[in-house]
């Protein structure tokens, strides 16, 4: 049975590839359809990753955590900025300055939250989550991984870390 904390750590690490494939392709003087071919998949997931822990994730937290409600608001108001950036680069051209501007944007509000959320949310995740429900939001996971790939169905707005936590708490 899939862990979701394992599954959220590979999701990190694939969101590290791939702005290192951009990384590449800028190198190389990738030209706009590459650019775009390569960062539309990248933003559709992190658009989903960000979702599905808003759905499945940080609500257990909040019922479990000892520091949930902090890791949830810093966390929710991270998410905010990666899907802030997100909609900036959609109305720029890839490949441009201000796509780029963008696209970096996203990149360090996306790897100062993976850190954070790594160093303080799961660990208090995995102390106070038994390993049966662990597996049980891991296939949770992999459902709304299937029914929402490539952002599919997704509401891509900003959501208020009070409300958010009032609602699940
Ligand atoms: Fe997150
Ligand atoms: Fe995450």
Do not use: C
């Not at 030209?31 to 257990?60: I, K, M, Q, S």
């Not at 720029?92 to 996306?110: H, I, Q, Y």
């Amino acid at each position: 049975m899939p862990d979701i904390t394992d599954i959220v750590l590979d999701e990190h690490e694939t969101f590290r590839r791939r702005f290192a494939e951009l990384d590449d392709k800028r190198a190389a003087g990738a030209g706009r359809a590459v650019l775009e071919g390569l960062w539309r998949p990248l933003a559709n997931l992190l658009e989903r990753h960000a979702a599905a822990e808003e759905e499945l994730f940080y609500p257990r937290l909040l019922q479990k955590g000892a520091n949930a409600e902090e890791e949830t608001e810093d966390a929710i108001s991270d998410h905010n900025d990666i899907r802030a950036a997100i909609a900036r680069a959609a109305d720029e051209v890839a490949g441009g300055e201000k796509w780029w501007r963008a696209v970096l944007d996203a990149r360090n509000a996306n790897s100062d939250h993976m850190a954070e959320e790594e160093r303080e949310a799961f660990p208090d995740f995995r102390e106070h989550v038994d390993m049966k429900t662990r597996a049980e939001l891991g296939e949770a996971w992999l459902r709304y991984a299937e029914e929402h790939a490539g952002a599919r169905g997704l509401e891509l707005e900003q959501e208020d870390p009070e409300e958010y936590i009032e609602e699940h708490s």
